[in-house]
């Protein structure tokens, strides 16, 4: 088994990044849900205003997935934390550890910046994510429900 690493992504990966995105939104069943291109990707996480960070995971010099991450922040903490929008492996390469290891990766960079929180959602029905993540000693935050706007509902919204 090849040796896992992590390296920080750069706008050359823009196009990696944005096939691994559109292979987590077929496994999620959600594929018709992307919307952005590489241009998209390479603005939004490359970009002088870029507010999120991208991991590449390799093994035996070739890209099997990624994560995409960005700071929030806990006012009950006084503290920011890390959210984790995406980790993704290729089938593949599931139980190689390179899914371990990109969340390792997070987590050593939430501890080195003294955030107080690492967080991220799972789809319900995503037993065996669900059971990694629990594996990794996370617990799920039954008590909350995400609410989301989006599209013309953020835009009426925001209208008045």
Known sequence: MAIVTIRVAT????????????ELAIY???????????????????????????????AGGEAIGYAVYFYNYSTWLGRN??????????????????GKALLQHI???????GCGRFEWSVLDWNEPAIRFYEAAGAKPQSEWTVYRMEGDALREFAAG
């Open 11 to 22: 706008a050359d990966d823009a196009a990696l990044i944005l096939r691994f995105i559109r």
């Open 28 to 58: 999620e069943k959600a594929e018709s849900s992307v919307q952005t291109d590489e241009a998209g990707i390479r603005a939004s996480l490359f970009g002088a205003d870029a507010k999120a960070h991208a991991l590449i995971c390799e």
């Open 81 to 98: 934390g890390i959210y984790l929008e995406d980790l993704y492996v290729s089938p593949q390469q599931r139980g190689s550890g390179a």
């Open 107 to 113: 987590a050593r960079i939430a501890v080195a910046e």
